[in-house]
């Protein structure tokens, strides 16, 4: 399995709008990110290329448009970046991350039983 790319930041504002509808025009998402950001549209053009370099998205020539999509899911995102995390501030040990976010967070009885329930799960498989 090839490990998903890694995506800063400010590229995955460009993933965001990908996957929340694809596909879009180049011209659609400089509109967009050009409001939200206040990005030029140069720099707008580099974070796709970045991106496309990347294989994290491709694009599809229609007319004189360029329709970029996705290649990367945003569930393969969150997964890189959890781990990413994780090996950063934990060194990989993901019993203490939830130590210390159990030890800070304020859980309910609902949230606390579901969090058993996971528990149990991971255990028995």
């Known amino acids: 399995m090839q490990e998903s790319p ?18 879009l025009s ?3 998402i400089i509109s967009k990110l050009t409001q939200q950001m206040q990005w030029s549209d140069q720099t707008i053009k ?4 970045r ?14 448009n360029y329709l970029y999509y996705p290649l ?16 950063r501030v934990y ?3 993901v019993g203490m991350l939830c130590a210390k976010f159990l030890e800070e967070e304020n859980l309910s009885e609902k949230e606390i039983e579901e ?3 996971l528990l149990e799960k991971k255990k028995n498989s």
């Open 46 to 49: 580099t974070f796709l290329n």
């Open 6 to 23: 890694r995506i800063t930041e400010a590229e995955s504002e460009v993933m965001k709008l990908l996957w929340q509808k694809e596909p």
């Open 26 to 28: 180049a011209n659609e």
């Open 72 to 87: 990367v899911s945003h569930d393969e995102y969150l997964k890189t970046e959890n781990r990413s995390f994780l090996d």
């Open 51 to 64: 991106l496309h370099k990347k294989k994290a998205i491709a694009f599809e020539k229609s007319g004189r």
């Open 115 to 117: 969090l058993q329930q």
């Open 91 to 93: 060194k990989g040990a």
